[in-house]
């Protein structure tokens, strides 16, 4: 029986992972959704929301990808329980975190905001420059993507840190674990870039007790989830001064309403969750990669736990 890997996501781009397929696999029947064919040859599927009666309609399904980096989206409960659920890891996602946290953070580093502001006074007013090394930016997560953003921070100079769940080294990183240390991570973090994945564990996890721990002023750049925030939280301590300046590419819900008090907020600045995108042609080289791990029994890059959620 052919195999058929089927493809739900933005069709635009189907188009050019069924290049690479074409090139690389020939063998593999490539479509994209609606157009799924005979049902019982699709083993693999891509997919951003899978169809809802997935384990109904696609009896020999063997390997479920996210087209993108997180996997909150997807209901876990309502998937076969021994499916296996692998996530976006490709250089070109992780190429575009890096530049937009860089971008985000030298931004605030350099005080770009405030001098935004000033110029919209019409005053003209120097503040003093620190250097990177006088900076210290922390990241929440430790994975693909928050170790290779730390990469590119540390090669600019920065003092950098880290916290995750479990322990991890990374050069010219300090890097924290658990829940015991991360006080002290957030006691030396000025600006902090959260790039924690969606879970039970994480939702709110930005709250008014994380802030409260942060140095006056901190800045903050959430590329994370929109649900890990505690929008009100956040208003607080922008109000009080213990955040200064927030970068969010993330809200809950996106886009946010009219009314909400993110839109107008001077010192929020917003972007519609753009800071990183799966790159089609290097993610379908790497989905191909997965695959022949997978025909081989080894290992796929990206495999989720999907006890942890992540
Ligand atoms: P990974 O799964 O590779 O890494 C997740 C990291 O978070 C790991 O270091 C993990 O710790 C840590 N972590 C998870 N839960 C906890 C917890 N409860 N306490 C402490 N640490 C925790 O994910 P990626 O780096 O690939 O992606 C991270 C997230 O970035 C995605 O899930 C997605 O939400 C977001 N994203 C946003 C985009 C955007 O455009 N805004 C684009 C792409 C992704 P450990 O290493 O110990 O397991
Ligand atoms: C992702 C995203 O998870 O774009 O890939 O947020």
């Known amino acids: 029986m052919k195999t058929t890997f089927l493809y739900k996501s933005d069709p635009a781009r189907g188009r050019l992972w069924a290049e690479v397929f074409r090139r690389r696999a020939p063998d593999i029947d490539f479509r994209i959704w609606p157009d799924i064919g005979d049902p019982a040859q699709v083993r693999f599927l891509a997919a951003w929301e899978p169809p809802d009666d997935l384990a109904t309609r696609f009896p020999n399904l063997q390997v479920l990808f996210s087209s993108g980096a997180g996997v909150d989206q997807f209901d876990f409960a309502s998937l076969p329980p021994a499916l296996p659920v692998v996530r976006m890891v490709e250089p070109g996602i992780v190429r575009g975190m ?3 946290v860089t971008h985000a953070v030298l931004g ?3 005080d770009m905001p405030q ?3 000033q110029q919209q006074e019409g005053l003209w007013k120097p503040l003093p420059v620190r250097t990177a090394r006088e900076r210290c930016v ?5 994975g693909s993507l928050g170790q290779a953003v730390l990469e590119q921070l540390v090669a600019l100079g920065f003092d950098c840190a880290g916290w995750s769940r479990s322990r991890h080294e990374v050069a010219g990183v300090q890097c924290h674990a658990g829940a015991d240390e991360l ?3 957030l006691a030396r973090t000025g600006i902090l870039v959260c790039l924690l994945p969606l879970t039970d564990s994480t939702r709110g996890f930005l709250d008014a007790r994380l802030f409260s721990q942060l140095p006056e002023g901190a800045g903050l750049v959430h590329v994370g ?8 939280d956040l208003l607080a301590a922008l109000e009080s001064g213990r955040i200064g300046d927030a970068v969010l590419d993330v809200t809950d819900p996106e886009p946010l309403p009219p009314e909400h008090a993110f839109w107008r907020h001077p010192r929020i600045h917003l972007t519609p969750h753009i800071a990183s995108m799966t790159q089609p042609l290097s993610a379908a080289e790497v989905v191909l990669d997965n695959l022949e791990c997978f025909e081989a029994g080894k290992p796929m890059l990206g495999l989720v736990d999907r006890a942890r959620g992540y």
């Open 108 to 110: 605030l580093h350099r």
């Open 183 to 185: 006080p002290a991570f």
């Open 98 to 100: 890096v530049e937009y």
């Open 115 to 117: 001098y935004r502001r």
């Open 138 to 142: 922390g990241v929440l997560g430790l």
């Open 225 to 232: 989830r929109g649900p890990q925030l505690v929008d009100a």
